[in-house]
């Protein structure tokens, strides 16, 4: 019998995209909730109930909700949402982060899906902190840039309205308040809060993270050399990784940075670029938002659990 696979809010931007993943699988079976009965509770419990996996792609409130519906089911929970990323039970579902985190997310009954914002910078910052170059309560500060989709359904709608009018580059999170930051610290490593400094663009999908390293301040100076030696090694033994490394090399401008390279895939790219002699460094993650940030990722662990290749 086919595992059972139940999109809990399918018709959101996360959720239409992990059921254009999921199309022409013949190794599972998507069951889907009647347009008419998505907002009756009982209807959903018994969807969410009758599922192997339940894949959440709500609000936090909502996905707190369906968590309860489903009681003691059995049913397994991927949720998308921010509601469980740094919750005790839950296993924290981007699978490169760790040598064992992807037999963690296997064996999970409870998977908490990354945040797209955070993901670029945890995949470059925790192999530094773990091999000791960077230390735990370094002050770090994080930019980048995202697609349009990053911000859901009323926020695609707002910019495709606005056409030619709508904002080219637009900074938020200017509180600093960014409901991702405590998912940043924790699976980073950090021990004080980032600052993080998003930008929206005028496009709709893919996205760009950068984090910028003031070195001069630390006792060791690491090179940059180093730098890329210590993320490299950490990639290099991982099986069935998404993530790759580029070579380090000194240059000015490349056109590997661009928000949209990986665009509709899962895949993400690392690179580190640095000026030793200014004791200056910058890490860099390439990825899709809507794919390694979001549905993409959704879908590995998916996989992981169900113990499927893809």
């Avoid at 998977?111 to 735990?136: E, F, K």
Wanted: glycine residues 10%.
């Amino acid at each position: 019998m086919k595992p059972k696979i139940f999109i809990d809010g399918e018709h959101g931007t996360t959720g239409l995209q992990i059921r254009a993943r999921l199309a022409g699988r013949d190794d599972i079976e998507v069951i889907s909730i009647p347009v008419e009965r998505r907002k009756d509770a009982a209807a959903r419990a018994d969807f969410l109930r009758a599922a192997d996996i339940a894949i959440l792609c709500l609000p936090d409130a909502a996905a707190k909700e369906s968590v309860a519906l489903i009681g003691d089911a059995g049913t397994r929970v991927i949720d998308a949402s921010t509601a469980h990323r740094v919750a005790d039970g839950w296993a924290y579902g981007f699978p490169e982060m760790d040598r064992e985190q992807a037999k963690k997310i296997a064996a999970a009954k409870l998977v908490a899906n990354p945040g797209c914002w955070p993901q670029g910078p945890i995949a470059t910052l925790r192999p530094l902190i773990q091999a000791g170059l960077i230390p735990a309560d370094f002050p770090v500060t994080m930019n980048g840039i995202s697609g349009y989709s990053g911000g859901g359904r009323q926020m695609v709608e707002d910019y495709e309205a606005k056409g030619d009018d709508a904002p080219e580059f637009l900074p938020y999170g200017l509180t600093f308040q960014h409901k991702h930051v405590p998912e940043l610290k924790l699976y980073s490593g950090l021990t004080r809060d980032p600052l993080m400094q998003p930008v929206v663009g005028d496009f709709a999908q893919g996205m760009m993270t950068a984090v910028p390293l003031q070195l001069g301040t630390l006792d060791r100076i690491p090179t940059g050399a180093e730098l890329h030696a210590a993320i490299a090694d950490h990639y290099a033994g991982l099986q069935d990784s998404v993530v790759e490394v580029a070579p380090y090399e000194a240059v000015e401008r490349t056109a590997e940075l661009n928000p949209e390279s990986y665009n509709d895939t899962n895949r993400m790219r690392l690179h580190v670029f640095a000026n030793d002699d200014r004791a200056q460094a910058m890490l860099v993650a390439v990825y899709d938002n809507l794919g390694k940030g979001a549905s993409g990722a959704a879908v590995q662990n998916m996989d992981l659990m169900l113990g499927l290749k893809h």
